[in-house]
């Protein structure tokens, strides 16, 4: 069964704190990974798309990292402002249906 | 360039109501999911309109229904409503090809009571 995961749920880094978020995914033939932070009570806001494994994207304090199995969201010396929930998705076709298959997401918290 | 624009930002109904959300996708976007955000489940696709035609479909009772018109703006209709139905709807447009990355609306808060 297509399925995204990601770990932790929740994460709590003083200001200037670097850690990683994952998103493991099982899906046939992957066709995009993507990466996307929520703010509370907001739509999904697009941040990055990896196509192949090796794949490296940055965007400010931002770097996704995509492996065969896996995708890093890696966050150096992070704000309070980047305090959101961070999403990542992958397409999928299950039973003729092509969608995009979202994870729960990591809420992350950054401490002033 | 203008954004998804999801009317009405928030909704409060009745159990047994219907309900219509509105989208806007981006000038150019010929397709328009839908997707229902719950703490507990996360998003859950719905359905998505691509040339005024539903292309896939979720696993979501008939009592979820949408339509696409011509200019590619969309509508969401959930009749009957339950309070479980209770959730952030969003909208997500995209150019129309497969595999590209899809921009999302505010989102329409409803709430059933």
């Known amino acids: 069964e297509d399925q995204v995961t990601q770990s932790p749920e929740a994460l709590r880094l003083q200001e200037g704190e670097s850690s990683s978020l994952n998103c493991s995914y099982t899906?046939?033939?992957?066709?995009?990974l993507f990466w996307y932070r929520q703010d509370p009570g907001k739509g999904p806001e697009f941040l990055f798309t990896?196509?192949?494994a090796g794949e490296e994207k940055e965007k400010e304090r931002l770097k996704a990292t995509l492996t065969k199995k896996e995708s890093f969201l890696h966050i150096t010396a992070p704000k309070p402002e980047d305090s959101a929930t961070y999403l990542c998705?992958?397409?999928?076709?299950?039973?003729?249906?092509?969608?995009?298959?979202f994870g729960t997401g990591t809420r992350l918290k950054v401490l002033a | 360039k203008a954004g998804v624009t999801q009317t009405p930002r928030y909704l409060i109904k009745t159990r047994g109501q219907q309900v219509t959300l509105s989208c806007s996708p981006i000038?150019?976007?010929?397709?328009v999911s839908w997707y229902q955000q719950t703490p507990g489940q996360g998003l859950q696709f719905l359905f998505e309109y691509f040339s005024e035609t539903q292309r896939n479909k979720g696993n979501f009772p008939g009592r979820f229904s949408g339509r696409q018109f011509s200019n590619s703006r969309s509508e969401m209709n959930v009749s009957t409503l339950e309070l479980g139905d209770s959730a952030l709807y969003l909208c997500?447009?995209?150019?129309?090809?497969?595999?590209?990355?899809?921009?999302f609306g505010q989102g329409t808060r409803l709430t059933v009571v």
């Open positions: 990896l196509y192949s």
């Open positions: 000038s150019g976007h010929r397709s």
């Open positions: 899906v046939s033939g992957l066709r995009g």
């Open positions: 997500a447009s995209t150019r129309g090809t497969a595999n590209t990355e899809a921009f």
């Open positions: 998705a992958v397409p999928a076709t299950t039973s003729g249906t092509y969608k995009y298959i």
